[in-house]
């Protein structure tokens, strides 16, 4: 009876302790699937709020916004939805984004940029050159610079900026010198020799093609050039591309200079298939990239 109680005993005892495991093992299966089931969950939701991530772009009409829309199909295949802003005007983009309405904004060169800088208090600050556009001295009525006449009427933009542009091209072109160190902050009265007795007449912007009719010579934007279906190869002087002041820059606000999603949207914009676009559709773009 001994040996067979003994023998009851140790089978009970087995038997539980093999329930216990069995117990103890399910368990162990159950939190590793539970465990799994979440590590799932967190990445579905990760990757969910990937594919949804979004910033806004601050841009005037014209082409910038047609290269946008490209630079929106590459950065959609890389989980970054970009919503274009269209702003009309050259001031309000800048306050947009120091304000935060916007993320970025792409309408300027280091130039403009520069100016608003000293006129208004923004914390903002250029992320990433794309293209360098060159103004240029354009001309109906002249064959070569050297027929230019004495006492010609001459037009450049009546913005401070472009105005200055303008006078560098003249200088450049050896038409007229300028105060030394004035620089894209020169405007009329920093002419200090003018052999030729140069009429500079100061226009707005969308009317210096237009008025090529009336003057000998005009320094001109492509952005205005272009739609005016003048060639920028009838160029008598341009711009030195290389010079970063005419690099049109993306801008951010200080304090994102550095955001994973800014930065998504500039390695998209910097994509081998919108350079491909940029420099088949505006050759006069000189892509920096």
């Known amino acids: 009876m001994r040996f067979g109680a003994w023998h009851l005993d140790s089978w009970a005892f087995t038997l539980k302790n093999a329930m216990n495991f069995w117990t103890r093992s399910r368990i162990r299966i159950a939190r590793t699937?539970?465990?799994?089931?979440l590590q799932v969950g967190?990445?579905?939701?990760?990757?969910?709020?990937?594919?949804?991530?979004?910033?806004?772009?601050?841009?005037n009409p014209g082409p910038t916004v047609?290269?946008?829309r490209q630079v929106q199909k590459v950065a959609a295949q890389r989980g970054l939805e970009v919503e274009i802003v269209e702003i009309a005007d050259w001031v309000?983009?800048?306050?947009?984004?120091?304000?935060?309405?916007?993320?970025?904004?792409?309408?300027?060169?280091?130039?403009?940029?520069?100016?608003?800088?000293?006129?208004?208090?923004?914390?903002?600050?250029?992320?990433?050159?794309?293209?360098?556009i060159q103004s240029g001295l354009f001309s109906k009525?002249?064959?070569?610079?050297?027929d230019l006449p004495d006492g010609a009427r001459m037009s450049v933009a009546s913005d401070?900026?472009?105005?200055?542009?303008g006078l560098l091209l003249l200088e450049k072109a050896g038409l007229i010198k300028l105060r030394e160190g004035a620089g894209i902050d020169a405007t009329t009265r920093d002419i200090t020799?003018?052999?030729?007795?140069?009429?500079?007449?100061?226009?707005?912007?969308?009317q210096l093609a237009r008025a090529l009719d009336d003057v000998h010579l005009s320094a001109i934007s492509p952005?205005?050039?272009?739609?005016?279906?003048?060639?920028?190869?009838?160029?008598?002087?341009?711009?030195?591309?290389?010079?970063?002041?005419?690099h049109q820059v993306i801008v951010a606000r200080k304090d994102r200079a550095h955001d994973r999603k800014i930065q998504k949207f500039v390695d998209a914009f910097h994509s081998p298939e919108v350079k491909e676009y940029i420099e088949g559709k505006y050759p006069a773009f000189k892509v920096l990239w």
């Open 92 to 132: 309000r983009p800048n306050i947009a984004l120091d304000e935060g309405s916007i993320d970025v904004n792409f309408f300027q060169n280091t130039a403009y940029l520069r100016t608003q800088l000293k006129q208004q208090n923004l914390a903002i600050a250029p992320v990433a050159a794309v293209w360098s």
């Open 33 to 37: 699937f539970l465990l799994a089931a």
């Open 193 to 206: 020799s003018n052999p030729k007795n140069l009429k500079i007449v100061q226009l707005e912007g969308p």
């Open 160 to 165: 401070v900026l472009n105005g200055a542009r």
């Open 42 to 59: 967190m990445l579905a939701i990760s990757a969910s709020a990937a594919a949804t991530e979004k910033i806004r772009v601050g841009l």
């Open 223 to 246: 952005y205005v050039y272009l739609p005016a279906g003048i060639d920028r190869k009838t160029a008598f002087i341009e711009e030195d591309w290389k010079d970063p002041l005419f």
């Open 66 to 68: 047609d290269v946008v």
């Open 141 to 146: 009525k002249l064959a070569k610079l050297s």
